[in-house]
């Protein structure tokens, strides 16, 4: 009996121990499944993680490559509105000449006119005007042709007007005697333009 009850007992004890180790072994391997579901779970949202990552680098990728080109594109534009910019920058210094020679042109033509009216003005001054030239120390009369040719040629190199003018000579006579000289003189010159 004493021999049967230490098998039983050691059958209970045995069996005891096996549960407990089977209920080990469950435990161990609910342990491990559970943390092997943790660790799939961690691998998947590592995963996620990594996909999101790669997702963001592509579209940065992308975005990068677009602004690159766009980047490339604007460097064209620039470079045709720069030529373009110097085109109309060219064509305006063009114009700008332009405007400039036409006044230039228009200030010519107002000098050239002021001119005219100028010795205009002094020609018609001049048929009016009495030169007074001072001859000294002629020898001879006033009608020594010499010394009046001297005196007409130096008032026509000064005046260039159409009438003799008057020649003062020292030790000259009356003033009558000068306006009579003065006008055969005058007659004398106009009728030898006349012939040239």
Same mark, same amino acid.
């Given at each position: 009996?004493?021999?049967? /009850?230490?098998?039983?007992?050691?059958?209970?004890? $045995?069996?005891? *121990?096996?549960?407990? /180790? /089977?209920?080990? !072994?469950?435990?161990?391997?609910?342990?491990?499944?559970?943390? @092997? *579901?943790?660790?799939? /779970?961690? !691998?998947? @949202?590592?995963?996620?993680?990594?996909?999101?990552?790669?997702?963001?680098?592509?579209?940065?990728? +992308?975005?990068?490559?677009? =602004?690159?080109?766009?980047?490339?594109? =604007?460097?064209?534009?620039?470079?045709?509105?720069?030529?373009?910019?110097?085109?109309?920058?060219?064509? $305006?210094?063009?114009?700008?000449?332009? *405007?400039?020679?036409?006044?230039?042109?228009?200030?010519?033509?107002?000098?050239?006119?002021?001119?005219?009216?100028?010795?205009?003005?002094?020609?018609?001054?001049?048929?009016? $005007?009495?030169?007074?030239? @001072?001859? +000294?120390?002629?020898?001879?009369? =006033?009608?020594?042709?010499?010394?009046?040719?001297?005196?007409?040629?130096?008032?026509? #190199?000064?005046? +260039?007007?159409? @009438?003799?003018?008057?020649?003062? !000579?020292?030790?000259?006579?009356? #003033?009558?005697? =000068?306006?009579?000289?003065?006008?055969?003189?005058?007659?004398?010159?106009?009728?030898?333009?006349?012939?040239?």
């Amino acid at each position: 009996m004493a021999e049967e /009850l230490d098998q039983k007992q050691t059958i209970a004890s $045995l069996r005891h *121990e096996i549960d407990y /180790l /089977l209920m080990k !072994i469950h435990m161990s391997e609910a342990t491990h499944k559970y943390a @092997f *579901e943790a660790r799939k /779970l961690k !691998i998947w @949202f590592l995963k996620q993680k990594f996909e999101e990552v790669d997702n963001t680098v592509k579209f940065y990728r +992308g975005e990068i490559e677009t =602004l690159e080109r766009e980047n490339e594109d =604007l460097k064209l534009k620039l470079n045709r509105m720069d030529i373009e910019l110097l085109k109309k920058k060219n064509e $305006l210094v063009k114009i700008q000449i332009k *405007e400039l020679e036409a006044k230039v042109a228009e200030l010519e033509n107002k000098r050239k006119i002021q001119d005219n009216e100028i010795s205009q003005s002094l020609t018609d001054e001049n048929k009016y $005007l009495f030169l007074a030239l @001072f001859v +000294g120390n002629i020898n001879g009369s =006033l009608d020594d042709d010499i010394s009046w040719k001297h005196s007409i040629a130096a008032m026509d #190199r000064c005046s +260039g007007a159409p @009438f003799i003018i008057v020649a003062m !000579i020292s030790k000259w006579g009356s #003033r009558t005697n =000068l306006l009579k000289k003065v006008n055969m003189l005058e007659t004398t010159h106009k009728v030898r333009s006349e012939e040239h």
